[in-house]
């Protein structure tokens, strides 16, 4: 049943009967039913009587006689009240119950309704608003339609309801009786009885005159007595205009803010109805010199702990207790808070009690759920009169820790990045010996040949385990990029055959795109390592399969986007972001997942150079990647790439290309500098066998004492970039002071990127990036002769 106390709207007829002077019913002398048939049939007799009387006078008073007896009768019909306006059947019984009722009563619908007022309220309300329940406490309840619908909802399920309340103008008691009728007919009986100040148990004890304030959940005042609002001088709604120091404990001693100023009172604390709490203010008095310490040590603006020999907690302020939580409470051990010592708590405890130990900060973690928070702990010893104890004073380190690891996170980053640039280097020295010795056997071996498929398996390897130095050399962020302007509409679709053979069957992968998406800048192999290596981890996630996402769009940054300690700044980017519906990573690994060789899968399954792989290439291009992730929801990986502007489509003329001569191998005399003596061998092998004139070094000392030769002629330099004592840029740029027409071939195990700047200041110079094959060193010294 839904349940409206709207005031209805009613007949100016109505108004008047229910709010008059009279009760609605009135005591008029009802008939039973044996004595109203009884007068029905004397009444037609006479009438009867009347008609064959020969005196017509005489006839005509008996008729007037039965016919004033008749309206007697039906005036005085039983079960019919003159003044009532109910209409139910049971009604006229129960407004007879409650008419000389000494308290206010009235019978209303369940639309709150008045159809009844007994003489008690017809005189307490007199002159007042009396056509519904609402309207009749109206000016004593704040909201009194919520609360007579709770009223109503319980004497609707037990039959009756009651509840206390306090007033401005006193205490009231409310209570509703249901009146048994169909569900059509509902009425109900409401008794709104006044109550004496003691009638509440004795306990707000307003005889005795003290200040009293009811207080609600939320520190709203509903209610001050007398008393108080004489002390506080007038009526307070808030219980934060009183108090400075929220919240309020039973038996402490507080400044109350009253009209003439502060006032030292005491607080008493007692419940009350409906979650409500009575406080009673009492004189203060001076506090004695321990309750002044004690309220000092709550106030202090540090977090204390007082702590027991054995690490117990004896007490300890309020702001101890905002830091540690809820876990502290007098009698709980520190150790249960706090972990991380790395050393047994009691020996430290033992320590500073016995001064073996100096004050020494110590870092630890609270052991609390709900977020990951650090403190400083220092303890003190503390003579009193029972023995000595400690004082543990607090500091939030949170903010301190984290920049540490942010900071240790940095240098373990750099130090790996180049250990891993340096490795690379080293590797890739082999590799280009291996697989360049490699190739040259495999010239003088056809396919029907016995070693054939061994010299093949020895390439597929080095050519392996050059993908895995590159990975290397991606997260150090020293590979050599060649970026180019990608649409990654046409670089997803290129992609996609691909991807879906790694995903599987029991994985769907979805791709949608931006309709006017813009051109990024990126090295195409590299960017498609990424997006294999970020499907290839959803894939992993969902054993039991699901969907993967791609998703790429355009977005603007109106201003920095900060997020993961990094800063993005506005401008217009291309966003991909790859996501899953697999297990999530917990919260805990979710800052480690960049790291290298940094893995959640089992033992064989993975690297852990995936993800930092994708984190150098996506930083090398310039662009960004975070990581959001739900554990049981999935992952999202968001790419972020500086868009580029739409290029403007121009027309050009169709020309015929010019036929042009293709140059042989063979023609040109090249210095091959190299400091490592197997990659020399191969090199100098390979040239040759194309036919050129190939003059060794070792170093660049020994390639500028062969130049010293003033005969020789030189077309093209082959060289190191990285060599011990002089590099190769360093000895170029000496040579070709007396030789500026020779062109330049600079190989190195390191990325390009490390001496860009020098390469763009030597002219008509090319980079060739170890390990290269026999055709890669042929092809590009051939180019750059021609």
């Given at each position: 049943?839904?349940?409206?106390?709207?005031?209805?709207e009613?007949?100016?007829?109505?108004?008047?009967?229910v709010?008059?002077?009279?009760?609605?019913?009135?005591?008029?002398p009802?008939?039973?039913?044996?004595?109203?048939?009884?007068?029905l049939v004397?009444?037609?007799?006479a009438?009867?009587?009347?008609?064959?009387?020969p005196?017509?006078?005489?006839a005509?008073?008996?008729?007037?006689?039965?016919a004033?007896?008749?309206?007697?009768?039906?005036?005085?019909?039983?079960?019919?009240?003159?003044?009532?306006?109910?209409?139910?059947?049971?009604?006229?019984?129960?407004?007879?119950?409650?008419?000389?009722?000494?308290?206010?009563?009235?019978v209303?619908?369940?639309?709150?309704?008045?159809?009844?007022?007994?003489?008690?309220?017809?005189?307490?309300?007199?002159?007042?608003e009396?056509?519904?329940?609402?309207?009749?406490?109206?000016?004593?309840?704040?909201?009194?339609?919520?609360?007579?619908?709770?009223?109503?909802?319980?004497?609707?399920?037990?039959?009756?309801a009651?509840e206390?309340?306090?007033?401005?103008?006193?205490?009231?008691?409310?209570s509703?009786?249901?009146?048994?009728?169909?569900?059509?007919?509902?009425?109900?009986?409401?008794?709104?009885?006044?109550?004496?100040?003691?009638?509440?148990a004795?306990?707000?004890?307003?005889?005795?005159?003290l200040?009293m304030?009811?207080?609600?959940?939320?520190?709203?005042?509903?209610?001050?007595?007398?008393?108080?609002?004489?002390?506080?001088?007038?009526?307070?709604?808030?219980?934060d205009?009183?108090?400075?120091d929220?919240?309020?404990?039973?038996?402490?001693?507080?400044e109350?803010?009253t009209?003439?100023?502060?006032?030292?009172?005491r607080?008493?604390?007692?419940?009350?109805?409906?979650?409500?709490?009575?406080?009673?203010?009492?004189?203060?008095?001076?506090?004695?010199?321990?309750?002044?310490?004690?309220?000092?040590?709550?106030?202090?603006?540090?977090?204390?702990?007082?702590?027991?020999?054995?690490?117990?907690?004896?007490?300890?302020?309020?702001?101890a207790?905002?830091?540690?939580g809820?876990?502290?409470?007098?009698?709980?051990?520190?150790?249960?808070?706090?972990?991380?010592?790395?050393?047994?708590?009691s020996?430290w405890?033992?320590?500073?009690?016995?001064?073996?130990?100096?004050?020494?900060a110590?870092?630890?973690?609270?052991?609390?759920?709900?977020?990951?928070?650090?403190?400083?702990?220092?303890?003190?010893?503390?003579?009193?009169?029972?023995?000595?104890?400690?004082?543990?004073?607090?500091?939030?380190?949170?903010?301190?820790?984290?920049?540490?690891?942010?900071?240790?996170?940095?240098?373990?980053?750099?130090?790996?990045?180049?250990?891993?640039?340096?490795?690379?280097?080293?590797?890739?020295?082999?590799l280009?010996?291996?697989?360049?010795?490699?190739?040259?056997?495999?010239?003088?071996?056809?396919?029907?040949?016995?070693?054939?498929?061994?010299?093949?398996?020895?390439?597929?390897?080095?050519?392996?385990?050059?993908?895995?130095?590159?990975?290397?050399?991606?997260?150090?962020?020293?590979?050599?990029?060649?970026?180019?302007?990608?649409?990654?509409?046409?670089?997803l679709?290129?992609?996609t055959?691909?991807?879906?053979?790694?995903?599987?069957?029991?994985?769907s992968?979805?791709?949608?795109?931006d309709?006017?998406?813009?051109?990024?800048?990126?090295?195409?192999?590299?960017?498609?390592?990424?997006?294999?290596?970020?499907?290839?981890?959803?894939?992993?996630?969902?054993?039991?399969?699901?969907?993967?996402?791609?998703?790429?769009?355009?977005?603007?940054?109106?201003?920095?986007?900060?997020?993961?300690?990094?800063?993005?700044?506005?401008?217009?980017?291309?966003?991909?972001?790859?996501?899953?519906?697999?297990?999530?990573?917990?919260?805990?690994?979710?800052?480690?997942?960049?790291e290298?060789?940094?893995?959640?899968?089992?033992?064989?399954?993975?690297?852990?150079?995936?993800?930092?792989?994708?984190?150098?290439?996506?930083?090398?291009?310039?662009?960004?990647?975070?990581v959001?992730?739900?554990?049981?929801?999935g992952?999202?990986?968001?790419?972020?790439?500086?868009?580029?502007q739409?290029?403007?489509?121009?027309?050009?003329?169709?020309?015929?290309?010019?036929?042009?001569p293709?140059?042989?191998h063979?023609?040109?005399?090249?210095?091959?500098?190299?400091?490592?003596?197997?990659?020399?061998?191969?090199?100098?092998?390979?040239?040759?066998?194309?036919?050129?004139?190939?003059?060794?070094?070792?170093?660049?000392?020994?390639a500028?004492?062969?130049?010293?030769?003033?005969?020789?002629?030189?077309?093209?330099?082959?060289?190191?970039?990285?060599?011990?004592?002089?590099?190769?840029?360093s000895?170029?740029?000496?040579?070709?002071?007396?030789?500026?027409?020779?062109?330049?071939?600079?190989?190195?195990?390191?990325?390009?990127?490390?001496?860009?700047?020098?390469?763009?200041?030597i002219?008509?110079?090319?980079?060739?990036?170890?390990?290269?094959?026999l055709?890669?060193?042929?092809?590009?010294?051939?180019?750059?002769l021609?």
């Amino acid at each position: 049943m839904v349940v409206g106390f709207a005031a209805p709207e009613v007949s100016l007829s109505q108004t008047t009967e229910v709010s008059s002077s009279a009760p609605a019913f009135s005591a008029r002398p009802g008939l039973s039913r044996h004595r109203f048939y009884s007068l029905l049939v004397l009444c037609l007799m006479a009438g009867s009587a009347s008609l064959f009387m020969p005196d017509r006078q005489l006839a005509l008073a008996l008729m007037a006689f039965s016919a004033a007896l008749l309206v007697i009768c039906l005036w005085a019909r039983p079960g019919v009240a003159s003044g009532s306006a109910l209409s139910a059947s049971r009604e006229p019984e129960v407004a007879r119950m409650i008419m000389h009722d000494p308290v206010p009563s009235f019978v209303a619908g369940s639309d709150g309704a008045v159809s009844y007022v007994n003489l008690a309220g017809q005189t307490a309300y007199k002159g007042r608003e009396t056509r519904s329940i609402p309207a009749i406490l109206k000016p004593q309840l704040a909201n009194p339609s919520g609360i007579l619908f709770r009223l109503l909802t319980r004497a609707e399920a037990s039959g009756a309801a009651r509840e206390d309340f306090v007033t401005a103008q006193g205490h009231l008691r409310i209570s509703v009786h249901a009146i048994p009728a169909p569900k059509e007919e509902a009425r109900f009986v409401w008794r709104i009885e006044p109550l004496a100040p003691r009638a509440r148990a004795g306990a707000e004890r307003e005889a005795q005159g003290l200040p009293m304030l009811m207080v609600g959940r939320s520190n709203a005042v509903l209610y001050m007595n007398d008393a108080a609002r004489r002390l506080v001088g007038s009526r307070i709604k808030s219980l934060d205009r009183l108090f400075r120091d929220l919240p309020i404990e039973n038996g402490e001693r507080y400044e109350l803010d009253t009209a003439e100023g502060p006032q030292p009172v005491r607080v008493a604390e007692m419940p009350a109805a409906a979650s409500r709490r009575a406080l009673y203010l009492l004189p203060a008095g001076e506090p004695s010199p321990e309750e002044a310490d004690a309220r000092m040590f709550q106030k202090l603006p540090v977090p204390l702990v007082k702590l027991a020999r054995d690490g117990s907690v004896r007490s300890f302020n309020e702001m101890a207790s905002r830091l540690l939580g809820p876990r502290l409470a007098v009698g709980v051990h520190l150790s249960a808070m706090m972990e991380g010592l790395g050393r047994s708590v009691s020996d430290w405890f033992d320590d500073t009690l016995s001064e073996r130990l100096s004050r020494k900060a110590e870092f630890l973690r609270l052991t609390r759920d709900d977020a990951e928070i650090f403190v400083q702990v220092t303890l003190n010893r503390v003579a009193e009169p029972e023995g000595p104890c400690l004082i543990a004073v607090l500091q939030d380190a949170t903010e301190l820790k984290s920049l540490e690891a942010q900071f240790v996170q940095s240098q373990k980053m750099q130090a790996i990045g180049q250990l891993a640039g340096g490795v690379a280097h080293d590797f890739n020295n082999l590799l280009t010996a291996i697989s360049g010795h490699c190739d040259l056997l495999l010239l003088r071996h056809d396919q029907g040949d016995k070693d054939y498929a061994d010299l093949m398996q020895i390439n597929q390897n080095a050519n392996r385990a050059a993908a895995l130095v590159g990975q290397l050399l991606a997260f150090s962020r020293k590979q050599t990029l060649r970026p180019e302007t990608l649409d990654m509409r046409d670089t997803l679709a290129d992609l996609t055959h691909l991807l879906n053979r790694l995903v599987g069957e029991k994985v769907s992968l979805s791709l949608s795109h931006d309709p006017v998406l813009h051109p990024i800048r990126a090295d195409k192999r590299q960017l498609e390592q990424v997006l294999m290596n970020l499907v290839v981890n959803a894939r992993d996630a969902m054993p039991a399969g699901g969907e993967i996402t791609i998703l790429t769009q355009n977005e603007t940054l109106s201003e920095p986007l900060i997020r993961d300690r990094v800063t993005v700044p506005p401008g217009s980017y291309v966003t991909v972001s790859v996501s899953d519906n697999g297990t999530g990573i917990p919260g805990d690994r979710l800052q480690k997942v960049f790291e290298p060789f940094y893995t959640t899968k089992r033992t064989g399954e993975g690297t852990g150079l995936g993800l930092s792989t994708a984190y150098g290439i996506i930083k090398q291009t310039g662009g960004y990647i975070f990581v959001d992730s739900v554990p049981g929801q999935g992952t999202c990986f968001t790419l972020y790439f500086p868009a580029q502007q739409l290029p403007q489509p121009q027309v050009a003329p169709a020309r015929v290309p010019a036929p042009q001569p293709n140059p042989r191998h063979g023609d040109g005399v090249i210095l091959l500098v190299e400091d490592e003596a197997p990659v020399r061998a191969f090199a100098s092998r390979a040239l040759r066998l194309r036919g050129y004139t190939v003059l060794e070094a070792e170093s660049a000392e020994a390639a500028l004492r062969t130049l010293e030769d003033e005969t020789l002629e030189i077309d093209i330099f082959v060289t190191d970039v990285v060599m011990p004592g002089m590099d190769g840029p360093s000895w170029v740029r000496l040579a070709l002071k007396d030789r500026p027409d020779v062109r330049v071939v600079f190989v190195s195990g390191y990325a390009e990127d490390s001496f860009a700047e020098e390469q763009i200041k030597i002219p008509n110079s090319v980079f060739l990036p170890k390990p290269f094959s026999l055709t890669d060193l042929t092809e590009t010294v051939h180019a750059q002769l021609h």
